[in-house]
């Protein structure tokens, strides 16, 4: 360092401090571009591997089986060591971190992780010796041959239960030491093995090779991220004990937690049950038109993760009004874009599908199947985005029973509509109860923050109708285009494709644009200052800041 520049600092200590909160604003917010990009890639990675599987078995009773196999440990896994966890071991090691030091956090990290991981081999067992009894109750309806294929497969995909507490533990300490790149990685790992696996040995093994690879795929996740927390400093201890009244502390954060993971996922189960009893290849289209809908759903996750320390900042300095309105403030660009991809899902879901599937075994009849699923759930995607953003105002005021709450009541609704709507229309029908379950936890949690901290829905309301409004000419296009161009099993290319999806989205935007789009110009004009040094935006307990979080605050403070 020069002479001047150690004088300036010493002279300017606020100048100091700013430059290195700039560096701190610098750092994260490259940081948060690489999680973005990390989670692009998986994505890609994920629609990659789907396109593997889907053309080498299609939809047929080897997927099925398989989804079935992957469905109760993966259930399991997150409802015991999932997202519940993963919100709780963060806040948890922090605390330790900053009363104990290094050693007394890491030392509580693997007491976590032993006990859980003793737990899950307990449960690996028990689930096994019950597997003959769940499985014939889980696939009632089905074939001989994929009854036994399920149960030749859940053994191999049981094993992943053993890794989840490691991959989730670590995977929560990389993000605490800020270790971005690590976490950036994470989806190409999940996704990784299965395309190896799918492309190299299924043709060999057949839907064998897929469940060993959905296992080694959280393994060499979880190793991964514990050879990184290691390379950073983390040490392992072998412990089953917290510090002194701390494991009570823990369970407080942990168990609510847990429970808001139940519904979501006991419903999925629901549905995936009741498909398993419709024909051949149902599930697996459900499936597959599922991973469609969540590959543009990465986008909500991604902001509601980066909202969710503001909304928590905000609380404690402002209180409950002030989130709810920069909730308000923060869904419009969010509907903005979620609006239009779910007209492209409702228009053109028949030649996406064609282009992301339809390949090898993967034949018409399963394109056209899969194509109606993604309609059914595209209705659904602006709602499910939104809820996504909303749960976190709750969160923000410690307020976990409101979502259990509406969790339960909607889950009861959706085994009615499951029950009611997959007479007249099958799988569809399931994907359908799926899009009004969720437009239900959508709005019932908006009502309540109305009700509670007087939220402004009038905006969000006249935002919708005009971004509706301006989607209808997507439908038309998508219309005109089944005319001009052949059938998609015929000809239907990826270059006339192209031309249709941006023709409809220039159009949406023109229309968006001229029917008024005012409560988007401070977002825009946030975005347009993203290369100038990033201000730092502290995140409660952590000092941690953003680039979106900074956005945010920016709309925020807007009007």
């Keep these: 360092m020069s002479a001047a520049s150690s004088m300036t600092q010493a002279t300017s200590p606020s100048s100091g401090q700013t430059n290195a909160k700039t560096s701190v604003g610098r750092g994260l917010a490259i940081g948060t571009m690489l999680l973005l990009v990390g989670m692009l890639v998986g994505r890609v990675a994920s629609v990659f591997r789907e396109v593997l599987v889907a053309g080498q078995f299609g939809a047929n009773y080897q997927v099925d089986a398989y989804v079935l196999a992957i469905t109760i440990p993966s259930v399991l896994a997150e409802i015991v060591s999932g997202g519940g966890l993963t919100a709780a071991i963060q806040p948890f090691l922090a605390e330790q971190m900053q009363q104990g030091g ?34 014939s109750a889980w696939a009632q309806g089905r074939d001989g041959t994929t009854l036994q294929l399920v149960h030749e497969l859940l053994p191999i995909t049981a094993s992943s239960l053993v890794f989840y507490a490691l991959l989730v533990v670590y995977a929560g300490v990389v993000n605490q030491l800020r270790c971005f790149w690590a976490q950036a990685i994470l989806p190409l790992l999940l996704t990784l093995p299965m395309i190896v696996a799918a492309a190299f040995f299924t043709p060999i093994y057949g839907i064998q090779a897929l469940a060993v690879a959905y296992t080694v795929s959280i393994g060499l996740a979880a190793v991964s991220m514990f050879l990184i927390a290691r390379s950073h400093g983390v040490t392992y201890h072998f412990a089953f004990r917290l510090p002194p009244g701390k494991g009570k502390a823990f ?11 139940v519904m979501p996922l006991i419903n999925m189960m ?30 909500a996750t991604a902001l509601a993760v980066a909202v969710f320390p503001q909304f928590n900042d905000l609380y404690l300095q402002e209180g409950m009004e002030r989130v709810a309105a920069l909730l308000a403030r923060v869904s419009l660009p969010l509907l903005f874009l979620t609006m239009p991809v779910a007209a492209l899902f409702i228009g053109f879901a028949d030649p996406l599908v064609h ?71 099958g799988h569809v029908g399931i994907a359908l109860s799926t899009t009004i379950v969720v437009w239900c936890n959508a709005l019932a949690a908006l009502w309540l923050l109305r009700r509670r901290a007087r939220m402004p829905l009038g905006p969000l309301a006249r935002a919708i109708g005009r971004y509706a409004l301006a989607c209808l000419p997507i439908l038309g296009i998508a219309a005109v285009g089944r005319f001009l161009v052949p059938p998609v099993d015929a000809h239907f290319d990826l270059l006339r494709f192209a031309l249709f999806f941006v023709g409809a989205g220039c159009t949406y935007l023109l229309i968006a644009v001229l029917l008024g789009w005012s409560e988007l110009v401070p977002f825009l004009k ?30 925020g403070r807007r009007g």
Excluded: C
Aim: glycine share 8%.
């Design 102 to 135: 290094a050693r007394r956090a890491w030392r509580s990290a693997s007491a976590i992780v032993n006990t859980y991981t003793v737990g899950l081999f307990a449960m690996v067992g028990a689930l096994l010796a019950i597997s003959p009894y769940l499985m």
């Design 270 to 299: 629901i549905d995936r049950a009741l498909a398993s009893t419709l024909s051949e290849g149902s599930l697996a289209t459900l499936a597959y038109g599922t991973a469609v809908n969540n590959a543009v759903l990465s986008l």
């Design 251 to 261: 369970l407080l954060l942990l168990v609510p937690s847990l429970l808001m993971q």
């Design 526 to 555: 946030a975005l347009s200052r993203v290369g100038v040094p990033v201000p730092t935006v502290p995140i409660a307990g952590s000092g941690q800041a953003s680039l979106i979080g900074w956005v945010i605050q920016k709309v």
């Design 355 to 425: 282009l992301w599937l339809e390949r090898g075994a993967f034949d018409p009849n399963a394109r056209h199947a899969t194509a109606m699923v993604v309609q059914a759930l595209g209705l659904g995607v602006p709602a499910a985005a939104t809820y996504y953003v909303t749960l976190r105002v709750f969160w923000a005021a410690s307020d976990m029973v409101t979502p259990i709450v509406i969790g339960f009541i909607t889950g009861v609704l959706n085994v009615v509509l499951d029950v009611v709507l997959m007479g007249p229309m």
